[in-house]
């Protein structure tokens, strides 16, 4: 049994040293990501279940390295926070997400919003200044602009959001709470940040209308968000009974595989010009 137990010691170090080289090579393969255009966006299309109209777009970050693949934001972006690359890729999203919305502009789309994931680490390396630099860069109009961000990360420096997020809505631009009630932090944020939207989470919308918990969680949220003057969007819906439940309650703004999965933007072009071309 010893001997057992040191094999398996043995065996979870190994483990552990592979575990910790593939980081410290896909650290590596990350920093040069930039440089080497190996980061693309991916666009998911927002749409109002009653009218049936594309209300909004959300700008979702792919790596595509040429050995590794496709890899995922969710294990990249914490990574690139780590090794202090965010505010770079931040800024390079920015850019290319505000020039992908002018030229749909210029195709003929109108008022509907462009949402760009804003990591939290950025309120405290001028913000502001990036979203103006890739505004005056791109010449979008920051009434076509909205700012994701989750809302946890925002607790440490509470005034510094503050002040970044209402100087972005002087701008023009709107301001959304991401992953709504999956952190611990206070409902009183809510209202001492100046959020315009809030999005519920698809971990709670993944296991409505079956799950009787769930449901009541769903319809307090979209009650406190009417109350508190926010728009509101479902995030991750995939069934058509999520539709109808989301809707009864009073969210009709829906994001996921239902409607629209995330995809490059010529795909996505081809989608708009379905949906509203001659
Ligand atoms: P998020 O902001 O909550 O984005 C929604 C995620 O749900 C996306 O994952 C999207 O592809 C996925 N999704 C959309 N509809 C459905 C659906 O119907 N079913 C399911 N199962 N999933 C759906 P993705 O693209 O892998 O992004 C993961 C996370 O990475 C994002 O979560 C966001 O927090 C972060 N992220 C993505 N792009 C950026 C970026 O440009 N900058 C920063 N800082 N973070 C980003
Ligand atoms: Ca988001
Ligand atoms: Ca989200
Ligand atoms: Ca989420």
């Not at 390079?92 to 195709?107: D, H, M, T």
């Not at 999956?182 to 079956?210: H, N």
């Not at 969210?251 to 071309?277: F, H, R, V």
Request: overall charge negative; glycine content about 6%; charged content about 20%.
């Amino acid at each position: 049994a010893k001997e057992g137990g040191r094999n398996s010691y043995q065996l979870y170090t190994a483990e552990m040293n592979v575990v910790a080289m593939d980081r410290l090579l896909t650290q590596n393969y990350l920093r040069s990501a930039l440089q080497q255009d190996e980061l693309e966006l991916f666009y998911q299309l927002q749409f109002d279940s009653i009218s049936g109209q594309v209300v909004g777009i959300e700008a979702l970050l792919r790596w595509n390295h040429p050995e590794l693949g496709y890899v995922s934001p969710a294990y990249f972006i914490p990574m690139a926070e780590e090794i202090g690359i965010i505010v770079d890729i931040d800024r390079w999203v920015l850019r290319q997400a505000c020039r992908q919305r002018k030229l749909w502009q210029q195709q003929g789309l109108e008022d509907v919003r462009i949402s760009v994931n804003i990591s939290a680490l950025h309120f405290r390396h001028d913000l502001i200044k990036s979203i103006q630099l890739a505004l005056k860069e791109t010449g979008l109009d920051p009434r076509l602009l909205t700012l994701e961000v989750t809302e946890g990360c925002l607790i440490e420096d509470i005034e510094q959001a503050s002040k970044t997020l209402t100087r972005a809505n002087e701008l023009g631009i709107k301001n959304s709470i991401d992953d709504f009630g999956t952190g611990f932090s206070a409902l009183s944020y809510l209202t001492q940040l100046p959020f315009d939207t809030l999005k519920i989470d698809a971990s709670f919308v993944r296991k409505l209308p079956f799950d009787q918990q769930e449901c009541q969680i769903v319809a307090t949220i979209i009650a406190m968000a009417q109350g508190l003057n926010l728009g509101i969007v479902a995030e991750g819906v995939e069934t058509r009974e999520q539709v109808d439940f989301l809707t009864k309650k009073g969210c009709s703004i829906m994001q996921g595989y239902l409607y629209c999965k995330p995809a490059n933007a010529d795909n996505i072009s081809t989608q708009l010009l379905e949906l509203y071309g001659t």
